[in-house]
T-cell receptor, first 115, second 113 residues
Framework: AQTVTQSQPEMSVQEAETVTLSCTYD???????LFWYKQPPSRQMILVIR??????QNATENRFSVNFQKAAKSFSLKISDSQLGDTAMYFC????????????FGAGTRLAVHP | GAVVSQHPSRVICKSGTSVKIECRSL??????MFWYRQFPKQSLMLMAT?????????EQGVEKDKFLINHASLTLSTLTVTSAHPEDSSFYIC?????????FGSGTRLTVV
């Protein structure tokens, strides 16, 4: 069975600074996808970034980047130049490639960005 | 981009009644949809996977007779909470699989009084 672990229930950061959210996962599969989703107070799930396991290069999306360590099964999210609008719950998620595979979420990290 | 419309956004119902939540893919065909439940300040817990034209696959511990899922067309999946009780009060979210990505509905806050 696949599991996703986020060990930081809450994090805080000053505006314009950098913060890293941790995520580890466990799977015996070799082909899979990893995701970071943001859930603001509106509770709409927003995709932040996606990483295919077969790609060695870390995914980046503007201020968001990941550190994907496949051997260590680690998938951390770095947010640079934090903005007040980044305040939200962040969920790390995992799915197996191919087929109709479900998305498995970690417990989430609540991030607060302070002015 | 891909949009999944979920209705209603909020619903209050009396204990013992049934409530139907709809998720509709607006600009793509969703062969597979997922239904999640989220308690306050907690993660999304997968309830079931629905595939168009076939029976839903429920996660362990989810009562299939209580949470009826129908996926009769490629653009519509519904979740019906039958004989609702206060403990069914929660936030329910659907998600449609599109390629290797997922598009989420905006969620439904169900309150059973």
């Amino acid at each position: 069975a696949q599991t996703v672990t986020q060990s930081q229930p809450e994090m805080s950061v000053q505006e314009a600074e950098t913060v890293t959210l941790s995520c580890t996962y466990d799977t015996s599969e070799s082909n899979y996808y990893l995701f970071w989703y943001k859930q603001p107070p509106s509770r709409q799930m927003i995709l932040v970034i996606r990483q295919e396991a077969y790609k060695q290069q870390n995914a980046t999306e503007n201020r968001f980047s990941v550190n994907f360590q496949k051997a260590a099964k680690s998938f951390s999210l770095k947010i640079s130049d934090s903005q007040l609008g980044d305040t939200a719950m962040y969920f790390c998620a995992f799915s197996i490639s191919g087929g109709y595979n479900k998305l498995i979420f970690g417990a989430g990290t609540r991030l607060a960005v302070h002015p | 981009g891909a949009v999944v419309s979920q209705h209603p956004s909020r619903v209050i119902c009396k204990s013992g009644t049934s409530v139907k939540i709809e998720c509709r893919s607006l600009d793509f065909q969703a062969t597979t949809m997922f239904w999640y439940r989220q308690f306050p300040k907690q993660s999304l817990m997968l309830m079931a996977t629905s595939n168009e034209g076939s029976k839903a696959t429920y996660e362990q511990g989810v009562e299939k007779d209580k949470f009826l899922i129908n996926h009769a067309s490629l653009t519509l999946s519904t979740l019906t909470v039958t004989s609702a009780h206060p403990e069914d009060s929660s936030f329910y979210i659907c998600s449609a699989l599109q390629g290797e990505g997922y598009t989420f509905g905006s969620g439904t806050r169900l309150t059973v009084v």
